[in-house]
T-cell receptor, first 114, second 112 residues
Framework: DTGVSQDPRHKITKRGQNVTFRCDPISEHNRLYWYRQTLGQGPEFLTYFQNEAQLEKSRLLSDRFSAERPKGSFSTLEIQRTEQGDSAMYLC????????????FGEGSRLTVL | GNSVTQMEGPVTLSEEAFLTINCTYTATGYPSLFWYVQYPGEGLQLLLK?????DKGSNKGFEATYRKETTSFHLEKGSVQVSDSAVYFC???????????FGKGTRLSVIA
């Protein structure tokens, strides 16, 4: 399967713990996006990379959130000191570097903070 | 920035019924417009798109026309099937590097 893959698919953690999600994009895609989706809502943009450069971050991305894409391939999204309000589905998407807007999404990583 | 308003769901239809899901947007300039679909247990995937005024995007029997004068991109299908049951998201995107902005989604349930 050469689609976008995310790991883990589901993470349950206690409040205050740190969690990290990984995303492997489609190999020839140089743009990588992170979105967050809560129940009954559409995906909300968090941040995106072009190659290894983080080009934009949403105001939703508090200081507890950090994303990296060190070699311009896979990306990690870390949440420190998790809060119950962080419970959501974290979606990764990738695309080629063009303005057609077609994003290819992974199946997401569901975070539950107890 | 961009914003989008979608018809509230859930929408429940019988098989072979006509579907319309309304979408209106606000954006600067001339955005490209997209509909994404999320089937149960799967990731979002592009359904169709239109990149300029009066363009019609179509796929799998679904259609949407880019209406600049009404800033709308309503999704339609003439005869829905049970397999169309999913959540549908409208998303405008300005030119350049701006990310997609998604609506809240409209859940469609088609019953046999």
């Amino acid at each position: 399967d050469t689609g976008v893959s995310q790991d883990p698919r589901h993470k349950i953690t206690k409040r205050g713990q740190n969690v990290t999600f990984r995303c492997d994009p489609i190999s020839e895609h140089n743009r990588l996006y992170w979105y967050r989706q809560t129940l009954g809502q559409g995906p909300e943009f968090l941040t995106y990379f072009q190659n290894e450069a983080q080009l934009e971050k949403s105001r939703l991305l508090s200081d507890r959130f950090s994303a990296e894409r060190p070699k311009g391939s896979f990306s990690t999204l870390e949440i420190q000191r998790t809060e119950q309000g962080d419970s959501a589905m974290y979606l990764c998407a990738s695309s080629v570097s063009s303005n057609t807007g077609e994003l290819f999404f992974g199946e997401g990583s569901r975070l539950t903070v107890l | 920035g961009n914003s989008v308003t979608q018809m509230e769901g859930p929408v429940t239809l019988s098989e072979e019924a006509f579907l319309t899901i309304n979408c209106t947007y606000t954006a600067t300039g001339y955005p490209s417009l997209f509909w994404y679909v999320q089937y149960p247990g799967e990731g979002l995937q592009l359904l169709l798109k239109a990149t300029k005024a009066d363009d019609k995007g179509s796929n799998k029997g679904f259609e949407a026309t880019y209406r600049k004068e009404t800033t709308s991109f309503h999704l339609e299908k003439g005869s829905v099937q049970v397999s169309d049951s999913a959540v549908y998201f409208c998303a405008p995107r300005n030119s350049g590097n701006t990310p997609l902005v998604f609506g809240k989604g409209t859940r469609l349930s088609v019953i046999a």
